[in-house]
């Protein structure tokens, strides 16, 4: 296995930034997903799944992001780059915009997992892409392209996503962005005004919330998007805003160049490079060059890795990192100290000699470990059988303690909890039927929709347990199995003990039911995020201990 190397001041090597390349060698694969046949009625179409396999009766808007990172390949001389001023590719980019015109909603709004949807996420995430393609041709503007950005605006302007603030941030881009295409003042006005609210929204620590915590993956979009806009404005509260994140992100990478995973709250283990090529200082040089460095070694997820879906969602943002790339010095100080302790997410963090390990404390535990020998992925406990239950929730510790109780001179840390049912859901015949028709019929109904979509967020991605009305109750019957209640809930309690050169921790059930296969060490994330389970290197290691009885002992060396 390849040795981990624990840094805590010293040279980082200057390496090459691998961006232009990593896209060019996939745009293969986003043209494979774009209907490039001009007669047809789907011209334009980058969603495959609707356009040619018939699978899906809706194209999902999003996936017209594409046209994003073909606009790109097509202005810019990149090296070995055979995109470049092809007139075929501006066709195309044109046929993808005028598609992304027709699937808008008549509210102005796009729709991204089903029909009806009239997602914030797709309307403002394809408006930034759509509109930025159309700045980057310098293409001329019809009066019905100008029209449908303007609704996308307004539709935007009309609402807003707090609980999940990467998606205001690319809102805020997208709509500076339909100022500057289309001339009017207000969507800029507007995009200033929620950059402001976004700000009182962003922790002491600097993360911005995603379902409860800090995510490694989000955390980077936000700050590739405040970057963005900080490059079309110079609005100097974007910087800050940005400086503040990257010092949290800084200081919770892991040594190999890898970032994230099953601790944070959405579990997802990639990186956004052109978030870190703006200049914002030595935090900013740190995770660039982690970024390019995670990224050739594939520790990090890249282009090849992403899935079609978010290759196509995420592609063009390798080639805005490398056309403003910096060059990196050779000496590159990070002053971290031994023991770092978030308490707003809980994120407990120690460095040794001889090994690092970050720990959150809000969700049961979970944990990444490195050692020069050893790597582990730690999700929590887990409880095997039908329901599948676990501790990796964020929200599922209810209380933890530091002996002594400075968390910096801490040698012992206990997390204790309750497990919850983990969400398995496939997608029947009969949940498509309902789900359909609910969209056609009710679903049309603001309020129904916007219902609908909570009990989606709060079942597959919190696993939130709330106080409901009929009606959410009614929902969540149609669309899962209500847990099986008991009177007792199962406890658990996990135990962390720190020496200089290892790390013991001791997992103990309460209350365990009869004969239960108990697991530990897995990398398995439970919450529904599509953006968290792209293969890495590490998913190669295997670090999985189970029992029969109430108590796992091991030692992380």
């Not at 029209?147 to 999940?164: D, M, P, S, T, Y």
């Not at 120690?350 to 944990?367: D, M, P, Q, S, V």
Request: glycine share 6%; aromatic share 10%.
């Amino acid at each position: 296995m390849k040795s981990v190397r624990i840094r805590t001041e010293g040279e980082i090597t200057q390496t090459m930034h691998p961006y232009a390349q990593s896209l060019i060698a996939n745009i293969p694969r986003i043209l494979n997903q774009l209907d490039r046949n001009s007669t047809s009625a789907t011209f334009g179409c980058f969603d495959r799944e609707y356009w040619h396999y018939k699978t899906a009766d809706f194209a999902c808007a999003r996936k017209q992001e594409g046209v994003l990172s073909l606009a790109l390949v097509f202005m810019n001389k990149f090296e070995n780059n055979p995109y470049f001023n092809s007139a075929m590719v501006k066709e195309w980019c044109e046929a993808g915009i005028a598609c992304w015109m027709r699937m808008q909603n008549n509210d102005g709004s796009f729709n991204e997992w089903y029909p009806e949807e009239h997602s914030f996420v797709a309307s403002a995430f394809s408006t930034y892409a759509i509109t930025e393609a159309i700045l980057v041709l310098r293409l001329p503007i019809s009066e019905a392209t100008r029209n449908a950005i303007c609704a996308a605006g307004k539709f935007l302007q009309q609402h807003a996503e707090f609980r999940v603030q990467n998606q205001q941030a690319g809102a805020i881009m997208a709509l500076h962005n339909c100022s500057l295409v289309t001339g009017e003042e207000s969507f800029a006005v507007t995009a200033k005004q929620r950059l402001s609210e976004l700000a009182k929204k962003q922790t002491r620590e600097g993360w911005f919330d995603e379902y409860g915590g800090p995510d490694i993956g989000y955390l980077s979009v936000a700050i590739d998007y405040l970057g963005k806009y900080y490059a079309k404005t110079t609005d100097k509260q974007a910087v800050v805003m940005m400086k503040k994140a990257a010092s949290f992100l800084a200081q919770v990478m892991h040594p190999d160049g890898s970032a994230g995973g099953v601790y944070t709250s959405r579990s997802t283990e990639y990186l956004i490079p052109s978030a870190f090529e703006h200049d914002l200082g030595n935090d900013a040089l740190i995770l660039a060059q982690f970024c390019r460095q995670g990224i050739q070694s594939g520790v990090l997820p890249s282009c090849t890795t992403l899935d079609d879906r978010y290759l196509l969602y995420n592609g063009y943002t390798y080639a805005q990192a490398e056309l403003q790339a910096k060059l990196l010095p050779k000496k590159i100080v990070q002053l971290f100290k031994n023991t770092t302790y978030f308490s707003e997410c809980g994120w407990f963090i120690r460095r040794t000699k001889h090994y690092f390990i970050i720990i959150n404390l809000k969700k049961g535990g979970a944990f990444y470990f490195a050692s020069p020998d050893n790597r582990v992925h730690d999700a929590g406990v887990f409880i095997a059988g039908s329901p599948v239950l676990s501790s990796s929730f964020v929200g599922s510790s209810t209380e933890h303690e530091f002996i002594p109780k400075n968390p910096e001179l801490c040698a012992k840390i206990t997390v204790r909890g309750n497990m919850q049912q983990s969400p398995e859901e496939v997608l029947s015949p009969l949940k498509n039927m309902l789900l359909r028709g609910t969209q056609l019929t009710i679903g049309k109904n603001q309020k129904v929709r916007h219902l609908l979509k909570e009990v989606f967020r709060d079942r597959l991605i919190a696993s939130r347990k709330t106080k409901t009305s009929f009606a959410q109750n009614m929902l969540k019957g149609m669309f899962r199995r209500a847990p099986e209640k008991s009177e007792h809930p199962l406890g658990f309690e996990r135990c962390f003990v720190f020496s200089e050169e290892s790390v013991a921790v001791e997992d103990m059930l309460h209350n365990p039911p009869a004969d239960c296969e108990f697991l530990v060490g897995a990398k398995q994330a439970v919450q529904t995020v599509p953006s968290s389970r792209f293969f890495v290197l590490g998913d190669l290691e295997y670090h999985v201990v189970s029992s029969t009885s109430a108590t796992i002992h091991r030692k992380l060396l």
